[in-house]
Nanobody, 115 residues
Framework: QVQLVESGGGLVQPGGSLRLSCAAS????????MAWYRQAPEKQREWVAT???????NYADSVMGRFTISRDNAKNTVYLQMNRLKAEDTAVYFC?????????WGQGTQVTISS
């Protein structure tokens, strides 16, 4: 069993930046991929970004060029650097770890973009 704990959320003005962290209780190097998802009020959870075990990254079109996912295996932590934030980025952001036949989710961290 692996626990994922997100942090770094908060309230920021449009155009601002935040860096989310996802700290795992075990080694993230064992997972096939680590990802970030988000869920806005009254909307379904949507995929944001993925980083594979080999470091390959993929992004949703809505965040491409603004968000960067990275990982630090030594710290068992995955990051999501979010720049040029927009009101529509407001959501609860969840960390996801994908193994072989299993996956884990964190509890989420709230990100609110508002002036």
């Amino acid at each position: 069993q692996v626990q994922l704990v997100e942090s770094g959320g908060g309230l920021v003005q449009p155009g601002g930046s935040l860096r989310l962290s996802c700290a795992a209780s075990g080694s993230i190097a064992n997972f096939n991929a680590m990802a970030w998802y988000r869920q806005a009020p009254e909307k379904q959870r949507e995929w944001v970004a993925t980083i594979t075990r080999t470091g390959r990254t993929n992004y949703a079109d809505s965040v491409m060029g603004r968000f960067t996912i990275s990982r630090d295996n030594a710290k068992n932590t995955v990051y999501l650097q979010m720049n040029r934030l927009k009101a529509e980025d407001t959501a609860v952001y969840f960390c996801n770890a994908v193994g072989t036949g299993i996956q884990y989710w964190g509890q989420g961290t709230q990100v609110t973009i508002s002036s």
